[in-house]
């Protein structure tokens, strides 16, 4: 089973951030967590991943609580591409181990 | 950056016959690749974990002998769908961890179909 919370639906204007939340309360001191996105009919594509520290690439930041007990990914300008379903997951970060996906949120950005 | 390819991007099949799905990495060597199955409107389910040179890990509820899985090289894995049945058709997606990195990379994905 997926150790994530995520709301099922976001609505973002393009142009602005969209900030997605994600509650992973039972995250062991060695997980990390990671986002990946999924447009409709293609595999999901990798965004981000941190371990404890808030960390920055060219796609998103990557915001997590100092409890490690939940996240936010964001999008700082949101554009009609970013209309995914967007999923955080938590593993334990070593070689070989899969990720397991929940249900994720649909993000819908509109003009 | 990192490429994950499949082959064949659809097919369809009749009911009884068996399909390989290729799963290859492009340009980087892959000691573990995982497959997955996605029905319509729900997520991505984990089938099995495959391993170069090695047999493959199912996931709980996956037939072995039904997905057969084969991962003869770092750049190469794939999986047959034996005796295919309507019920098997679904968005099949695999994906390849690049070295002891972190991220993992996924291929466009196959669709298939049972008639």
Redesign the interface.
């Known amino acids: 089973d997926a150790k994530t919370t995520q709301p099922t639906s976001m609505d973002c204007a393009e142009g602005r951030a969209a900030n997605l939340p994600c509650n992973h309360s039972t995250i062991s001191g060695n997980e990390?967590v990671?986002w990946?996105r999924?447009i409709h009919?293609?595999?999901?594509?990798?965004i981000i991943?941190g371990l404890k520290n808030n960390e920055t690439n060219e796609m998103a930041s990557l915001i997590i609580t100092e409890d490690r007990k939940s996240s936010t990914l964001i999008l700082p300008h949101a554009t009609l591409r970013d209309t995914a379903v967007y999923?955080c997951i938590v593993t334990g970060?070593q070689?070989?181990t899969?990720?397991?996906?929940?249900?994720?949120t649909t993000l819908s950005v509109s003009s | 950056g990192a490429v994950?390819s499949?082959h064949p991007s659809w097919v369809i099949c009749k009911s009884g016959t068996s399909v390989k799905i290729e799963c290859r990495s492009l340009d980087f060597q892959a000691?573990?690749m995982?497959w997955?199955r996605q029905f319509p409107k729900q997520?991505?389910?984990?089938m099995a974990?495959s391993?170069e040179g090695s047999k493959a890990t199912y996931e709980q509820g996956v037939e072995k002998d039904k997905f057969l899985i084969n991962h003869a090289s770092l750049t190469l894995s794939t999986l047959t769908v034996t005796s295919a049945h309507p019920e098997d058709s679904s968005?099949y997606?695999c994906?390849a961890?690049r070295?002891?990195?972190?991220?993992?990379?996924?291929?466009?994905?196959t669709?298939l179909t049972v008639t």
């Open positions: 990390y990671y990946y999924q009919s293609q595999g999901p594509q990798y991943h999923y970060g070689a070989g899969a990720l397991i996906f929940g249900k994720g | 994950v499949q000691t573990t995982f997955y997520s991505l389910m984990l974990t391993n968005f997606i994906s961890e070295g002891t990195g972190h991220e993992q990379y996924f291929g466009p994905g669709r």
